[in-house]
């Protein structure tokens, strides 16, 4: 099962990297990782999404709590959250084939964000299978290249992933 972990820690250099080493020296794979500054420039938001039963994500989520500068994980995969990634695809764009792409650029809307003499750039935001069905329908064209963001995610509702004011690490 995909588990979906959202993860507050201190914005200080390395931190990062003492995530993914984590993950690594147990031999645990990253699906997805984003990290940003939240609206604190202190405190940063990981997103991460690992595949693993309930053991793996136990024994994930005790050895990330035992890093000092993780301040709270939050499991949201049995939540109802809103979650998104972005795709940038650079694809073969001759003048005779930038109508049908344009279309598909509409119906995903989509964007086009550069537009060279034999090839497009295309931007395209939303969940995993709206990011992977825009993908199979740019792959006729020829992808020249493609770049895409980790999922971030956001839970649905009152309900949302923060410090409280104390500086303790539960759900508000």
């Known amino acids: 099962m995909r588990h979906t972990l959202a993860v507050l820690v201190e914005n200080n ?5 003492r995530v993914a080493g ?4 147990r031999g645990y794979n990253i699906d997805s990782l984003a990290v ?3 609206d604190n420039p202190a405190i940063s938001r990981m997103t991460i999404v690992v595949e693993g ?4 994500l ?3 989520t005790k050895q990330l709590h035992k890093l000092i500068d993780v301040i709270k994980i939050s499991d949201i995969t049995a939540d109802e959250y809103v979650d998104r990634e972005l795709v940038l695809i650079k694809v073969n764009a001759g003048p005779e084939k930038r109508g049908e792409i344009m279309q598909i650029a509409d119906i995903f809307r989509a964007r086009i964000v550069d537009l060279g003499r034999r090839t497009m750039i295309l931007e395209c935001t939303g969940n995993e299978g709206k990011i ?3 993908e199979e329908s740019l792959k006729p064209y020829g992808i020249k290249e493609l770049v895409r963001t980790g999922k ?3 839970l649905r509702g009152s ?3 923060s410090i409280n004011t104390n500086g303790s690490r539960e759900d508000e």
């Open 36 to 38: 940003g500054r939240t």
């Open 132 to 134: 992977r069905a825009f």
């Open 152 to 154: 971030i995610a956001m």
């Open 58 to 60: 136990e024994q994930v």
């Open 159 to 161: 309900r949302y992933t």
């Open 53 to 56: 039963d309930d053991r793996v």
């Open 22 to 25: 984590l993950f690594s020296r």
């Open 13 to 17: 250099p390395g931190v990062l990297a």
